[in-house]
């Protein structure tokens, strides 16, 4: 047997153990991608609620606070674009246009929400009412599940982030099309919310 | 059942002997088809016979072989270390959070939950599967870090009983402690699988190459055939050890899904429904391929070698023996909704009636009446009874609702476990609210504040219950959070300057069942095999048992020498030790010593320990607190005594 043909076997056997590595990369960033998609979902049912929440508190205010309509159209609208955004990144968790469209619509809910609850304090009625107060708490105590989910998601997507650039690990994400994970900012929202709620 | 909990281990451990046969014969097998594919390589090389024998040919196959499947196993399973949560996500499951809106996946973690608080396992996190067929698999090292995922044709077509026989049925498969086997087998499984996956990548390039020299296309074709001999060998193996693990375990696990629910509509619906489904109980994620040992029917499409090789029993077979009467006839299969009633409807908000247990600290338990003697309670280890399965939905149900919510989340969740931290006396409590509100964020320290009361006013035999439905929540933290919430766990165990028996219990359960998520855990061998060696631990584990069951010495000293006896299995010359003399650090010292030793003995400690608890014919709260913590140290399943329960 000639020394060429043995090269070529180990040589095959290399390009084997190789293709193996590589394999077991592959599924290390497809465990580690699906784990920041799944925890996604966590927050995903908490956003929903507080966009269940909105209107509530909109119609709540909405007899007190009769020269404000411009506010709480705003607070609408923005609550609309939010959940839109929303559906998207929960569909793909990975999208970064999709993430970054969310966090804006989320600064902006969060940014109208805040001058609600700012104007609120002018009318010492409201801040009375006992269904203006329960829908308060649950708003603050879904901003601090939010908040936590949050963490959750960007600690699992920083993770797969950083499993991605390390170096093998770096080419099999390019080949195979592993794109980075966006982030989810904070939105100004939960100070707003919280500041409120803890006077 | 003849069998149980300890018995299935044992039958894991001989399987794994004879799976270790059928791995040495497949490489084997394997090292003598690559020499002889190196043989034909170097006499179509040398255009001339050639001896066969050829040594240094021997020396490039046998290393080769090895270090391919060694390699190929060591990759998966290091990327298996994390658990069953990895093949869950391998899979592609999505996990379904805790407070999830979906009528479906809402009556699955119902299920799921009631299955867990009667087997005495913490909830495991739940996933689902992309698929439209009907299947189900349970995965992970131990009882404490299982996950179970369901297809998404088990939620569209499934009723609830045939949902929960499904669980069940996968429950099973849980507490018959062999996942540990079944993770391992993935590793192996796609090392020798491997090659076949290669070589169909190497027969598609070389038959796509046609220039060149005619004998260097020859060469490449032959190799290219070779290769995919050699990957048929390895798929061969690969599924008939899946076979041989697999096959006679599911009949036992149907029936203990039958004995578990009483019913076996269930299981045997849900069976049917396969039949009568078009995409039957098929998997179509590719990763399937080397875990098709762990699913609930037949992943893989029939062919021709199916029968032999064939994961699972035959559908027809598997109903008949659940439904004598089964004529072949497979029904038509719809969806099937679910009644947001039925949801809602089995929530009465109110305790069920014999938990009335007051909570005064400080006073004795309110003692009751239990279920059996040790050996029966033993032998039933992993096995869950009609009646556990009625006392868990009224535990599930009797959950008051703003508990039950917060154990769905993981910021809540979190909370809740600081909450049952606190201690009943005003004046320890207040001291560690203080440290809390010292080192946990302000949010944090708002939703413990609020928890304080409806946990403060839980009954005790509720508060364990709470803290495995709160398991999954607590999961989905991510190391970070979990490294801070040790630490504040740490903070109010240590504020009130003693350790609780309920703290513990505590610290024992989320040590075993969280801890071992984010920290890699060492394992345990067993290094002990002769009870008598380990009498003086067992002593000690007793000594504090029995204290704590009876306050009377003599009482105290009965229920010891029963315990004793129970484990050394006749006389024994060891005597109670004084109350003063049992503290819970010796406890869990002896607890720790005791965990090394094999399962046979670890049998022994559990009857020893139930013994103990029944030798006056009941179990309060904290006997079955401790219990627990022994079987959480130990990694079994708690035997089923149901405290509280009065016939």
């Known amino acids: 047997m000639s020394p060429v043909i043995i090269a070529l076997f180990v040589l095959l056997g290399v390009g084997l153990l190789l293709a193996l590595w590589l394999m077991g990369i592959y599924n290390g960033l497809v465990v580690a991608g699906n784990r920041f998609k799944n925890a996604f979902a966590q927050i995903d049912v908490q956003l929903k609620r507080r966009y269940e929440l909105i209107p509530n508190l909109v119609e709540a205010v909405k007899g007190y606070m009769r020269h404000e309509r411009e506010t709480l159209d705003a607070v609408i609208k923005a609550r609309n674009s939010a959940m839109a955004a929303e559906q998207k990144v929960a569909a793909n968790p990975s999208d970064p246009a999709a993430m970054t469209e969310l966090n804006q619509a989320e600064a902006q809910l969060g940014g109208t929400l805040g001058r609600l609850f700012a104007l609120s304090e002018a009318y010492p009625d409201l801040k009375a009412n006992q269904n203006m107060l329960s829908l308060q708490e649950e708003l603050t105590a879904t901003e601090n599940k939010i908040g936590f989910a949050r963490q959750a998601f960007n600690d699992a997507a920083t993770n797969y982030n950083i499993r991605r650039e390390v170096f093998p690990a770096a080419t099999v994400a390019g080949m195979f099309g592993f794109k980075e994970a966006p982030l989810l900012e904070t939105a100004g929202t939960e100070r707003a919310a919280t500041k409120v709620s803890f006077q | ?647």
């Open chain 2, 1 to 647: 059942m003849a069998t149980n909990f300890f018995q299935q281990q044992d039958s894991a451990r001989r399987k794994t002997f004879q799976l270790v046969v059928y791995f040495v014969l497949a490489i084997l097998i394997l090292i003598a088809l690559v020499y002889g594919l190196l043989l034909a390589f170097s006499m179509y090389d040398a255009r001339e016979p050639v001896s066969w024998w050829q040594p240094e040919l021997l020396l490039l196959a046998a290393p080769g072989v090895g270090l391919l499947v060694g390699g190929a196993s060591a990759f998966k399973v290091a990327q298996l270390a994390s658990g069953g949560q990895a093949v869950a996500l391998m899979m592609g499951g999505e996990e379904v959070p805790g407070t999830t809106t979906d009528a479906r996946q809402k009556r699955l973690l119902n299920v799921v939950e009631e299955m867990a608080l009667a087997a005495g396992v913490p909830v495991p996190p739940v996933y689902v599967l992309e698929e439209p067929g009907i299947n189900a698999f349970a995965a992970g090292y131990a009882p404490g870090d299982a996950v179970v995922a369901v297809s998404q044709g088990c939620l569209n077509y499934l009723t609830r009983d045939e949902l929960q026989g499904v669980v069940a049925h996968e429950f099973s498969h849980i507490l018959n402690g062999d996942m540990r086997l079944n993770i391992r087998l993935i590793g192996l499984i796609f090392g020798i699988m491997a090659l076949s996956i290669i070589g169909r990548v190497l027969m598609l390039t070389s038959g796509g190459r046609s220039s060149g020299r005619n004998d260097a296309r020859g060469g490449l074709v032959l190799l290219g055939l070779g290769v995919f001999v050699l990957g048929l060998v390895g798929a061969f193996f690969g599924r008939l050890i899946m076979a041989a693990v697999s096959r006679q375990r599911e009949y036992l696990a149907d029936a203990s899904a039958v004995q578990f629910t009483r019913n076996p509509d269930g299981i045997g619906g849900a069976l049917k429904k396969i039949g009568g489904l078009a995409e039957g109980s098929r998997i179509n994620n590719p990763q399937a391929a080397e875990a098709g040992h762990m699913f609930f029917a037949n992943a893989f499409a029939g062919g021709g070698l199916a029968g032999l090789l064939a994961t699972h029993p035959p559908l027809v077979e598997r109903i008949r023996r659940l439904d004598p009467q089964f004529a072949g006839q497979f029904p038509e299969v719809r969806p099937v909704g679910v009644d947001r009633e039925e949801l809602e409807a089995r929530r009465p908000g109110g305790l069920p009636p014999f938990a009335g247990m007051p909570r005064l600290p400080g006073l004795p338990q309110v003692p009751v009446p239990v279920l059996g003697f040790a050996d029966e309670a033993v032998s039933r280890v992993g096995h869950v009874e009609p009646k556990e399965m009625t006392y868990a939905q009224a535990l599930h149900d009797g959950m008051p609702d703003v508990l039950r919510v917060a154990a769905q989340e993981p910021f809540s969740a979190h909370a809740l476990v600081y909450a049952l931290l606190l201690d009943p006396r005003a004046d320890l409590r207040d001291l560690q609210l203080t440290r809390l509100k010292a080192a946990a964020e302000p949010q944090d320290f708002a939703e413990t504040l609020r928890l304080v009361a409806p946990v403060q006013a839980l009954p005790d035999t509720h508060r364990l219950p709470l803290l495995d439905l709160a398991m999954p929540a607590l999961r989905q933290m991510s190391p970070r959070q979990h490294r801070a919430f040790r630490a504040q766990v740490e903070v109010l165990m240590i504020a009130d300057q003693r350790l609780s028996l309920f703290e513990y219990t505590l610290r024992c359960v989320l040590h075993r069942h969280l801890d071992a998520q984010f920290l890699p855990q060492r394992q345990t061998r067993p290094v002990h095999s002769s009870p008598q060696k380990l009498a003086h631990p067992m002593a000690t584990v007793l000594a504090l048992l029995a204290w704590e069951g009876q306050p009377e010495p003599e009482q105290a000293a009965r229920a010891f020498d029963t315990g004793m006896r129970g484990y050394i299995g006749g006389d024994h010359i060891h005597r109670l030790p004084p109350r003063e003399e049992c503290s819970l650090a010796e406890f869990d010292a002896a607890l720790q010593t005791l965990n090394q030793s094999a399962p046979a003995i670890k049998r022994r400690i559990v009857i020893a320990c139930t013994a103990c608890i029944l030798a006056n014919q009941q179990v309060t709260v904290r006997e079955a607190e401790l219990l627990r913590a022994i079987c959480d140290t130990l990694d079994c399943p708690l035997p089923p005594l149901v405290v509280g329960e009065a016939e």
